[in-house]
């Protein structure tokens, strides 16, 4: 089975500075025939659901702030938010899809407000 | 705008099936390229997909819940449900159901969520 694993567990950042957040896959997730990575980022808010932020390892899902990015390749993604605001204090959960039916998060990495 | 409504009861005996049904509105359950799947979370931890059906009637489980989870929808009804039988206290979770791209005739990343809802298997 494929293990998704994100590090760190939490982080703490300074309004406006920069969050970086980091998922590994056990096997790659790149689908060689059209070159697309099967990893998507979500961003959950206490006491909501998941929203989807980003898919494709690296396009952003309509209306999320370009201050969310996606990158990576193969195994390893990053999930970064170059200006850390309040309103993204959440958990951020990274997700493979292309080894399905079985689709697999992370474990969740924790962002609050230094 | 797309919306999914999670129903059922909030508590269930162990032992007992817990049941589920998934609401669609704002759009059609019926349209091709998407799968619509059961995403559970247990109290103060990650999400464990359960499983995904499309309109047809094709369905994928986590094989982690073997023969206990059966998905069905009823396209009438635009709905589709979770039934997970023999439940224990290890069930208690938040359950949402969730819409997902379809790619290749399998289901992929998840764009639409029901708010959630908490089911507590207890005696």
């Known amino acids: 089975d494929i293990v998704m694993t994100q590090s760190p567990d939490s982080l703490a950042v300074s309004l406006g500075e920069r969050a970086t957040i980091n998922c590994k896959s056990s096997?790659?997730?790149?689908?060689?025939?059209?070159?697309?990575?099967?990893l998507a980022w979500y961003q959950q808010k206490p006491g909501q659901p998941p929203k989807l932020l980003i898919y494709?390892?690296?396009t952003r899902e309509s209306g999320v702030p370009d201050r969310f990015s996606g990158s990576g390749s193969g195994t390893d993604f990053t999930l970064t938010i170059s200006s850390l605001q309040a309103e993204d204090v959440a958990v951020y959960y990274c997700?493979?899809?292309?080894?399905?039916?079985?689709?697999?998060f992370g474990p969740g990495t924790k962002v609050d407000i230094k | 705008q797309l919306q999914l409504q999670e129903s059922g009861p909030g508590l269930v005996k162990p032992s007992e099936t817990l049941s589920l049904t998934c609401t669609v509105s704002?759009?059609?359950?019926?349209?091709?390229?998407?799968?619509w799947g059961w995403i559970r979370q247990p109290p103060g931890r990650g999400l464990e997909w359960i499983g995904s059906i499309y309109y047809s009637g094709i369905t994928y489980y986590n094989s982690s819940f073997k023969s206990r989870v059966t998905l069905s929808v009823d396209t009438s009804k635009n709905q589709f449900s979770l039934q997970l039988s023999s439940v224990t206290a290890a069930d208690t979770a938040v359950y949402y159901c969730a819409r997902q791209w379809e790619q290749y005739q399998l289901p992929r990343h998840l764009d639409y969520w029901g708010q959630g809802t908490l089911v507590t298997a207890s005696s």
């Open positions: 704002g759009g059609s359950i019926s349209n091709s390229g998407y799968f």
């Open positions: 494709w390892a690296s």
């Open positions: 096997q790659s997730v790149l689908f060689t025939s059209n070159n697309k990575n099967y």
């Open positions: 997700q493979q899809y292309y080894h399905t039916p079985y689709v697999t």
